[in-house]
């Protein structure tokens, strides 16, 4: 868990597996989902920021991100969630904050 001020944060998020797939989603504790914003790639910095809801990532590939924290209220936490579970490809399952038992990546607080 790492602890974060009421800013806007970069990321560089790395998919170093060999073959598994991931569609990542910041949630809230309260359950309401955080824009991930992307900004970059491989290739560099994109020229125009795209936002995501749900971020697919495949092996090997790289993003920059931009997450903001400003929204969320101070001790609440932010989880990096895999929507995907573990599916490799297949598409993403909807899933309430409640119910989902895909593991956590990453805890910000």
């Known amino acids: 868990m790492h602890e974060v001020d009421a800013a806007r944060y970069r990321l560089r998020v790395l998919n170093a597996s060999n073959a598994r797939h991931y569609a990542l989603e910041a949630v809230g504790d309260d359950g309401r989902l955080l824009d991930l914003v992307q900004i970059g790639a491989d290739q560099g910095l994109l020229a125009a920021p795209v936002t995501h809801r749900l971020l697919p990532i495949a092996p090997g590939e790289r993003y920059d991100v931009i997450i903001d924290f400003s929204g969320v209220p101070v001790g609440s936490r932010v989880r990096i969630v895999n929507r995907l579970g573990s599916f490799r490809s ?18 910000w607080e």
């Open 90 to 107: 297949t598409p993403p399952v909807p899933m309430s904050p409640s119910t989902a038992t895909t593991p956590n990546t990453k805890t």
